[in-house]
């Protein structure tokens, strides 16, 4: 049996995590921010959420997502927990813009259709890249 490895799970190397890699490089460059580099973050209950870029001055906090469509309704839980997992960081940080980038337009659309009705999405900008 092989012997656990103490990587963690979110920076291990694939070609979905490199391309949402570039999404997050790519929308740093068009806000005009500061690198945004993946990140802890502590909750209030003590609880610790990864996220895929948070600037330095922590004012942006982003999930990338590098899906076309049509996706799965996997994916979409996916999207829908991290939609979720920024409206608690946005309630530690009221200032700071919190992003849901997508890769796609259809996603874009079917995403915020879905979660329409959902209270916390509406303090999370969904862009597409």
């Known amino acids: 049996m092989p012997a656990p490895t103490s990587t963690p799970l979110w920076s ?21 921010s500061d690198p945004l580099d993946p990140a802890g973050v502590t909750l209030p209950s003590g609880s610790r959420v990864q996220i895929d870029g948070v600037a330095r001055d922590e004012s942006i906090f982003v999930e990338a997502h590098a899906l076309s469509a049509p996706i799965r309704d996997i994916d979409l839980a996916v999207i829908a927990q991290d939609v979720f997992k920024l ?27 879905r979660l329409a009705r959902v209270p916390c999405a509406a303090s999370v900008e969904f862009i597409v890249i």
């Open 87 to 113: 409206s608690l960081v946005k309630n530690m940080h009221p200032q700071a813009r919190v992003v849901v980038l997508l890769a796609d337009e259809q996603v874009r659309a079917l995403v915020t259709s």
């Open 12 to 32: 291990l190397r694939s070609p979905g995590r490199e391309a949402e890699r570039t999404l997050v490089e790519r929308f740093a460059a068009t806000a005009g």
